[in-house]
């Protein structure tokens, strides 16, 4: 029954990764359905990073009080309706009413499932989970490129996905009573949930949330915008790019696989400054002038440098602020994120607007570089 309840797990972080890359590789071809600036997808994004962080900061009260297998089974729900919402939009204000269940279903479940994995398993697992987070992301846009390419559309492909999601809500339905005889212990626990303020004046919160805030500012940043910097910079098609951008998830993917294997010689903090190394080389091939090969495989690159960082950062969170604590901090590490994700993909589309989307690499650069202080920060602790 464990080993049923863990593979349910993995098909469970492939559905968050499936929405995840769907925007940025269908927005070249969306921005000119819906006749809006190709800046207004850091706007969708925004609004479902935003309604994420609410859910996040929510997530150890709903957990406690649910378990979290209810709380992944509603959220998986949530999300494939918000899916079909968009499927069937046909103004750009649609998309943005249907933004807000995409965040909410988003942010509880990613909460609560990485705690549990965190308290429950070995970071291997950790690693290979996320891994199969990019199996999802990298399925988006090939599943959304070939929608496009075979006359679909880009609604065909977001259909797709929203039928994929309730299959697996299906699936978590019945699974329910194996979370039940996991013994969820979040639930169990006894006490009352810290309140915010509690949480974030524990010491190393404040240095942990601003690293999580960088890390997926530069990774949403970099998928969002992968697509569109392909066909400005180095005139791919809109329809190539749209199955282009899948390099920087499959990199994340085929990071992940080779990380839990990394994880039996090294310690998670080891871990994350590997990524950030080969974040580094990646950024350097996108600013280098060469041609469109060494731009998809400096997105490649990048994916790579991101697989080992995430993963690495949330297991650790019981071994740095204690199992009772762990939920609590998850979720605002959560927050923290997606307040990355809120704020710094649209603050590229205006400056990619303003002034030219070339300083992509530039701007990934100064998060990763913020990103490795906060976290040497928190090794310091």
């Known amino acids: 029954?464990?080993?049923?309840?863990?593979?349910?797990?993995?098909?469970?972080?492939?559905?968050?990764?499936l929405p995840d890359s769907l925007l940025g590789a269908a927005w070249p071809t969306m921005h000119q359905y819906f006749d809006v600036p190709i800046s207004y997808a850091g706007w969708i994004s925004m609004i479902i990073a935003a309604c994420t962080i609410v859910s996040s900061l929510l997530s150890d009260r709903l957990t406690r009080r649910l378990g979290a297998g209810r709380v992944t089974t509603i959220s998986v729900g949530m999300t494939a309706a918000a899916l079909f919402g968009f499927s069937v939009s046909h103004a750009y204000w649609m998309l943005l009413l249907w933004a807000v269940p995409y965040g909410l279903g988003a942010g509880s479940v990613d909460a609560a499932l990485n705690n549990y994995v965190a308290l429950h398993y070995e970071s291997r697992h950790m690693s290979w989970l996320h891994c199969f987070?990019?199996?999802?992301?990298?399925?988006?846009?090939?599943?959304?490129?070939?929608?496009?390419?075979?006359?679909?559309?880009?609604?065909?492909?977001?259909?797709?996905?929203?039928?994929?999601?309730?299959?697996?809500?299906?699936?978590?339905?019945?699974?329910?009573?194996?979370?039940?005889?996991?013994?969820?212990?979040?639930?169990a626990e006894a006490g009352k949930p810290l309140s915010l303020g509690q949480i974030i004046g524990i010491p190393g919160v404040k240095s942990v949330m601003a690293c999580f805030f960088c890390y997926c500012a530069l990774e949403q940043t970099a998928g969002l915008w992968a697509s569109t910097f392909l066909?400005?910079?180095?005139?791919?098609?809109?329809e190539q790019a749209a199955t282009l951008a899948g390099l920087f998830y499959?990199?994340?993917?085929?990071?992940?696989?080779?990380?839990?294997?990394?994880?039996?010689?090294?310690?998670?903090k080891q871990m994350v400054?590997?990524?950030?190394?080969?974040?580094?080389?990646?950024?350097?091939?996108?600013?280098?002038?060469?041609?469109?090969?060494?731009?998809?495989?400096?997105?490649?690159?990048?994916?790579?440098?991101?697989?080992?960082?995430?993963?690495?950062?949330?297991?650790?969170?019981?071994?740095?602020?204690?199992?009772?604590?762990?939920?609590?901090v998850i979720g605002v590490q959560m927050a923290s994120a997606y307040l990355g994700t809120c704020l710094m993909p649209p603050l590229f589309g205006v400056i990619a607007a303003a002034l030219s989307v070339r300083l992509m690499p530039v701007f990934l650069l100064i998060l990763l570089t913020v990103m490795f202080i906060t976290h040497e920060q928190l090794n310091r602790r």
């Open 133 to 187: 987070w990019g199996v999802g992301a990298s399925i988006g846009p090939a599943i959304m490129g070939a929608a496009i390419t075979r006359g679909m559309g880009w609604s065909g492909g977001y259909r797709i996905i929203s039928v994929l999601q309730v299959v697996l809500t299906a699936i978590l339905v019945l699974s329910l009573p194996l979370w039940k005889s996991r013994s969820d212990s979040v639930k």
């Open 231 to 238: 066909v400005l910079r180095w005139g791919v098609t809109a």
């Open 1 to 17: 029954m464990v080993h049923i309840l863990l593979a349910i797990i993995y098909l469970a972080f492939i559905s968050l990764g």
């Open 273 to 328: 400054r590997i990524g950030q190394g080969i974040l580094l080389a990646g950024i350097v091939l996108l600013i280098l002038p060469i041609g469109r090969l060494t731009a998809m495989i400096g997105f490649f690159a990048i994916g790579v440098g991101c697989a080992p960082v995430y993963p690495s950062l949330i297991h650790s969170t019981p071994e740095h602020f204690g199992a009772d604590k762990s939920q609590a």
């Open 250 to 268: 499959f990199g994340i993917t085929a990071g992940r696989a080779v990380s839990g294997f990394a994880t039996f010689r090294f310690d998670d």
